[in-house]
Each structure stands twice: as C-alpha cells, then as structure tokens.
C-alpha cells in the first residue's frame, strides 16, 4: 500500500499516529526520567531550605547562649570554691579532727564516712560522739563555720554527762557531713553488629 494511494485525510492520519508514537518514545525516554530528578531536586531543595533557616535561627540565637554559658560558668566556678572535690575529704576530716581537738572535746566515737550518692551530689557523712562541756561544744561549732566548703551538722543530740569527778558535763552526738559533686556519666554506646561476609 502506497502511502500517496491514500486520501489526505488517511495520509493525516498516519502522520498523527506516527507523530504520537515518535511523542509517547520521547516523553516516555526522556521526559518522565528527567521530572523524577527534577522533582528529587525539588524535595532536596526545600530540605536544604529548611536546614538553612533551622542554622540562621541556631545562629541568631548563639551570642544569647554564649552569654549564658558564661554565666553559668561563673556559677559553677563560686559552687566549686565552697563544694569540695573527692580527693579533699580525707583533708576535711583531717580539719574537723583538729577542730575537736582545739576545742577541747574529747572523741568517744567517729565513725568512717559513710557516702551516699545521689542525683548529682555525693554525701559524706560521719558519726560523731564527743564529750565536753556547752563552752567548748560551742567554740567547735564556731570553728567549724569557718570552714569554707559546705559542711552540714545535722541530728545534734546533747545529754549531761553522769559521771563523778569528770571534766566534762554534757556528751554530744551529732551527724556531720559534707558533699561532692557526682559527674553524669554517659550511656555506654550499643555496639553495632556488622554483617560477615
């Protein structure tokens, strides 16, 4: 069948068709690949938008959290002055001894520090029994206000002393304790399990 056998309108109409087929290869091809990448493009785009207006408001916000943290450093610097660390301890009860001792007080129990940690803080804490008279247990407690780091007394019991011919007139028992800061320490890292090959 000849092509110019046809009347013009079947000449048209294979045209058409030919001409559709030559545009469903084209779009089909070239086309509808390259929308899906520039539609990938798109949504890439408008993440990395977000991500941009995310670090300019991270920015805009650093100056106000640098002042903060200066702040808080100097906070921290004035808790660490009067908070002892953990290697100070054994110097503070050393401290506290010397105390007893210069305040006339003789020692009938002392216990071990006994440490209980809590949420940020470590409590060392002894048991103290002495003996004396209400001048010398007072210039104690004068003394040991001194002490710059926080030093707690707690559970203060005071009873006369019974005994015939005896220095001393009443006996003391009392908690003391002082605290360490406790560091957070950070979740161990899950290992991950890689595939053998």
């Known amino acids: 069948m000849d092509l110019q056998s046809l009347p013009w309108y079947g000449q048209f109409l294979v045209f058409l068709i030919i001409g559709a087929v030559a545009f469903g290869l084209f779009y089909f091809m070239m086309y509808s690949g390259t929308q899906d990448r520039v539609n990938n493009?798109?949504?890439?785009?408008?993440?990395?938008?977000?991500?941009?207006?995310t670090a300019?408001?991270?920015?805009?916000?650093?100056?106000?959290?640098?002042?903060?943290?200066?702040?808080?450093?100097?906070?921290?610097?004035k808790l660490k002055e009067i908070l002892p660390e953990q290697n100070e301890i054994a110097g503070i009860i050393k401290k506290i001894e010397s105390i007893l001792s210069a305040s006339r007080l003789k020692i009938q129990r002392w216990s071990k520090p006994v440490e209980r940690s809590h949420e940020i803080y470590i409590q060392h804490q002894l048991s103290i029994e002495v003996e004396g008279t209400y001048h010398n247990l007072g210039m104690f407690f004068d003394k040991l206000s001194t002490i710059k780091k926080i030093f707690n007394v707690t559970s203060l019991t005071i009873q006369p002393v019974r005994k015939k011919g005896s220095d001393y007139t009443i006996k003391a028992n009392f908690q003391a304790s002082t605290f360490t800061y406790q560091e957070k320490k950070a979740a161990p890292k899950k290992k991950s399990r890689g595939r053998k090959r």
């Open 41 to 53: 493009l798109d949504v890439q785009i408008d993440d990395l938008d977000r991500i941009i207006r």
């Open 56 to 77: 300019e408001q991270k920015e805009r916000k650093l100056p106000q959290l640098q002042e903060e943290v200066k702040r808080r450093e100097v906070v921290l610097n």
